[in-house]
């Protein structure tokens, strides 16, 4: 019986080994990684085909320290690429007046400009204002073609107030964006009140000119299968 149960343990700890190394080897496993690493030269994030680069973080009052700050990538719920960032955007009725931050950075596809662009961008807030004040996300996108605004906001609620807001524009294609998040501001009169989490995710498709081409193919291949 003993040489048989020591074939089991060995049986049950090779079966762990591998189980770990394939959760390791998963592609597309997303693993957060600090804003402060994020802000070194160089520094990049890769999320589906996206590439989030050039971050930069500002902030005054309470708001979290960018090590402080988790960043990963995510595919929300329409299957679309994008990044996840949590961290305590929020202010203390500890400290007089209103506290705020920004962050910034470039989104490109990974390997260069490929036959691809993004015409759509998605944002999620978690906002939390338990008390007397606010909590407020500005986000600005630009590219060569267009300058858009989301706004999102949870201002004086009231009491137990925790709730999640969206908001999507549609954008001129584009190949390369800069987001620009220059107004979390956040201000709590008798409780804390803040932001927990920020989602933004892109809509990639087909360039105009391949998606045609795309279209005068499958229409070919249904012609000749009609002669034949």
């Not at 996108?141 to 300058?147: G, R, T, V, Y």
Request: charge should be negative; glycine fraction near 10%.
């Amino acid at each position: 019986m003993i040489p048989r149960r020591a074939g089991l343990n060995r049986e049950w700890v090779a079966c762990v080994l591998v189980c770990g190394l394939l959760l390791v080897a998963l592609p597309g496993v997303a693993r957060a990684v600090s804003l402060a690493s994020l802000l070194l030269p160089g520094a990049s994030l890769d999320s589906g085909n996206l590439r989030f680069s050039d971050f930069t973080y500002a902030s005054t009052g309470d708001m979290a320290l960018a090590s402080n700050v988790a960043v990963e990538g995510f595919t929300d719920l329409d299957g679309d690429d994008g990044i996840r960032i949590e961290g305590n955007f929020e202010d203390l009725t500890s400290s007089p007046g209103a506290s705020g931050a920004s962050i910034s950075y470039s989104v490109s596809f990974v390997g260069g400009p490929p036959s691809l662009s993004i015409n759509r961008v998605k944002l999620k807030a978690d906002f939390s204002v338990p008390g007397l004040g606010y909590a407020n996300l500005n986000a600005t996108i630009l590219n060569s073609a267009s300058l858009d605004l989301i706004q999102l906001y949870a201002h004086n609620f009231g009491t137990s107030l925790a709730v999640s807001d969206t908001g999507s524009k549609n954008l001129t294609p584009a190949q390369g964006l800069d987001v620009v998040m220059e107004n979390i501001d956040a201000f709590g009169s008798t409780d804390t009140a803040g932001i927990s989490l920020i989602e933004r995710s892109f809509t990639v498709v087909p360039e105009p000119a391949t998606a045609l081409m795309v279209g005068l193919g499958l229409t070919g291949l249904a012609f000749a299968s009609r002669r034949i």
